[in-house]
């Protein structure tokens, strides 16, 4: 006879009836998601032809139906629209009367904690803010990213276990975060995922404009080693000329930048910035090098003066460079 000690029945959500209140790229997928979990999505609500397609191909069957019949067919709800929006939704479901005593209400932004549910609270609703840290297509591929994906939970402590074992049979790991802190929370998420995004197309578009044809080859293996690097290593996985303090290169970037792509100029100079300062800080860039690139980065110079002639394809000092 097995001695493991076996999960307690009363850590785990009951099956319980789903609705979605905004067929967004997110609900539709959580909701399969949890349907796959044993749960059964009733009703779904959504206005766009986007929205009411994305959700007849993750929720086949599921009606769609006004946000007030949502909450009345289902034990737990997913708000799953705008940040925006959130606190009005809230706010005109509670005043109708929408709310349910007992009912699971759960909101997926990332700003928001579970304080912005306050009104559904005092109607009797269980309070739940659960933020996947994922990026969304709106198609099934979400549902299987969910997989080992992190949750910013954030719930009343009497229901922290129930908002944890709902996260983690969507296959996610939960990971608590203070209400206080939901927004510098969301602001690292956003800073991390979001600005990325805009970065590597820039770099496509600088790359195709260089000839290269296949800039999403090229720079699939160089960005995924810079990612992992940076994810194990901190500050430390940072390269190339910035990190070397080679202002010959850097100025010479930003001339290339003002003759093809002037728009970029003023992202590269702030995230140049920003590297040299954590170069600095960290011991990387050498404060002896660091006078001529703060001083091409300050004045966004388009010329090459004040460096020390290193700016070829060798670091400054006299080692190879590399791709960053």
Not at 101 to 130: E, F, I, N
Not at 174 to 202: C, D, S
Not at 257 to 272: C, D, E, N
């Amino acid at each position: 006879m097995s001695t493991s000690q076996q999960p307690d029945p009363r850590d785990r959500p009951a099956r319980l009836t789903v609705g979605v209140v905004g067929a967004g790229r997110v609900g539709p997928a959580l909701a399969a998601s949890l349907q796959l979990a044993g749960h059964r999505p009733v009703a779904v609500s959504g206005v766009s032809d986007a929205s009411r397609k994305r959700a007849a191909e993750l929720l086949p069957g599921v009606p769609l139906v006004p946000p007030a019949e949502v909450l009345q067919r289902a034990d737990l709800v997913l708000l799953t629209v705008p940040d925006d929006t959130l606190p009005g939704l809230v706010e005109g479901l509670a005043e109708t009367g929408a709310v349910r005593p007992g009912q699971l209400l759960v909101h997926t932004s990332g700003r928001y904690g579970a304080k912005v549910l306050d009104p559904a609270l005092r109607a009797g609703a269980l309070p739940l803010a659960l933020h996947p840290a994922m990026t969304f297509t709106g198609t099934p591929v979400d549902v299987h990213r969910l997989a080992g994906c992190s949750f910013g939970v954030t719930a009343p402590e009497e229901l922290r276990m129930a908002a944890e074992a709902l996260v983690i049979e969507m296959g996610g790991e939960p990971e608590w975060i203070a209400e206080e802190h939901r927004p510098l929370y969301h602001a690292a998420l956003a800073l991390g995922a979001n600005h990325l995004v805009t970065l590597v197309a820039q770099s496509m578009e600088l790359l195709r404009e260089a000839g290269v044809t296949a800039p999403d080859r090229m720079l699939g293996p160089l960005l995924g080693a810079a990612l992992d690097n940076a994810l194990r290593s901190g500050d430390a996985a940072l390269t190339g000329p910035v990190a070397r303090g080679d202002a010959g290169t850097v100025a010479a970037h930003v001339a290339e930048l003002r003759k093809h792509s002037p728009q970029t100029v003023a992202g590269y100079l702030a995230m140049a910035r920003a590297t040299a300062d954590r170069a600095l800080a960290h011991g990387l860039l050498k404060p002896e090098l660091a006078e001529d690139l703060l001083g091409v980065l300050a004045n966004g110079t388009n010329g090459t003066n004040g460096t020390n002639g290193t700016s070829g394809p060798h670091g400054t000092d006299g080692t190879e460079g590399d791709a960053g």
